[in-house]
Nanobody, 117 residues
Framework: VQVVESGGASVQPGESLTLSCAASGFTFRYYDVNWYRQVPGKERELVATLKIPSGDRSFGDSVKGRFTISEDRAKKVVYLRMNRVEFEDTAVYFC???????????WGRGTQVTVSS
């Protein structure tokens, strides 16, 4: 299983940005996709989760109401839409695909998001 993030960029406060997580190398139908972020010197923070195929979603408190998560199931791509970004959203964003039944966890290499004026 492989996951690859893309879409990181430098943006200004208040703008929007969409990150993509492209997954490949598997055929199982049930899995979760998590978006994490990490700032140097701090622990990795869970930002959002999408459960497939149920579509159940959850968000971290710091992004609730601003970020959304969606998918293109046929392409196995999960999107993190970041709205009204804030300075505190600056981080490396990682995609994590898990299948607890198979005890599988795959991580991408991350994509940098920088919010600055």
């Amino acid at each position: 299983v492989q996951v690859v993030e893309s879409g990181g960029a430098s943006v200004q406060p208040g703008e929007s940005l969409t990150l993509s997580c492209a997954a490949s190398g598997f055929t199982f139908r049930y899995y979760d996709v998590n978006w994490y972020r990490q700032v140097p010197g701090k622990e990795r923070e869970l930002v959002a989760t999408l459960k497939i195929p149920s579509g159940d979603r959850s968000f971290g408190d710091s992004v609730k109401g601003r970020f959304t998560i969606s998918e293109d199931r046929a392409k196995k791509v999960v999107y993190l839409r970041m709205n009204r970004v804030e300075f505190e959203d600056t981080a490396v964003y990682f995609c994590n695909l898990i299948n607890p039944t198979l005890r599988l966890s795959a991580w991408g290499r991350g994509t940098q998001v920088t919010v600055s004026s």
